[in-house]
């Protein structure tokens, strides 16, 4: 009984995440959901995207936290319309939380929405949001063996983006190992190392995303 209960919520999950896609696909607006764990940079990637995008493309942004305004107060101060949702306890954002962001957005005045997810390495990966990539942030200070430990998040991943190459230096990180694996997981999977702290890398990122809206 259990797993019906899983599967009946997952199906209805699905149904409104096409609901969102279609919102998204009529106003001719990308959304990244970007998912990671609890400080791998989600936030800063999310800052960094508007810094070098905004000129060029009308980022929105869509926080999900399950306690605290903080990253949706670091968005705002950018200038970027940012929608919080306060998941009340949930360890993951779902289609529903999503299409009510999209709702409470000007999408008419938007380019791409930033799907900034609640930390979490397991089950946000098993909830379609709609969006139209799905990006993972990992971060050296991590650890090289994330790839291989969560699975699944990286399977699903459109982009990985390995950040705080700046700390390289300062940890045992294997990039060329955390590349291969993640190869042999997920061929389709676009990688870039890069530092938001830096820049480093940064540009390849921003250049991947803009190419997204173009199309
Ligand atoms: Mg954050
Ligand atoms: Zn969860």
């Given at each position: ?123 946000p990966a098993e909830y379609d949001l ?86």
């Amino acid at each position: 009984m259990q797993i019906k209960v899983v599967e009946n919520v997952l199906a209805a999950n699905d149904a409104i995440a096409a609901q969102n896609r279609e919102t998204l696909k009529r106003s001719g607006v990308i959304a990244l959901n970007v998912m990671g764990s609890p400080g791998a940079g989600k936030t800063s990637l999310v800052e960094q995207t508007i810094r070098l995008l905004g000129q060029r493309l009308r980022p929105a942004v869509i926080e999900g936290d399950i306690a605290t305004r903080y990253d949706a107060e670091r968005v705002a101060a950018l200038g970027a319309p940012v929608v919080h949702i306060a998941t009340g306890g949930e360890c993951h954002l779902d289609a529903p939380m999503v299409g009510q962001g999209l709702a409470n957005l000007d999408l008419a005045n938007a380019d791409v929405v930033l799907i900034e997810n609640v930390g979490n390495l397991v089950c946000p990966a098993e909830y379609d949001l709609g969006e139209t990539a799905k990006v993972v942030v990992t971060s050296v200070p991590e650890g090289d063996d994330k790839v291989e430990k969560y699975p699944l998040m990286f399977r699903i991943a459109d982009a990985v983006v390995i950040n705080k190459l700046d700390t390289m230096p300062s940890f045992t990180y294997d990039l060329d190992r955390v590349r291969a694996r993640l190869l042999d997981l997920n061929p389709n999977a676009v990688s870039f190392a890069l530092s938001c702290a830096t820049g480093q890398g940064l540009d390849a990122w921003a250049e991947w995303v803009a190419a997204r809206a173009a199309t």
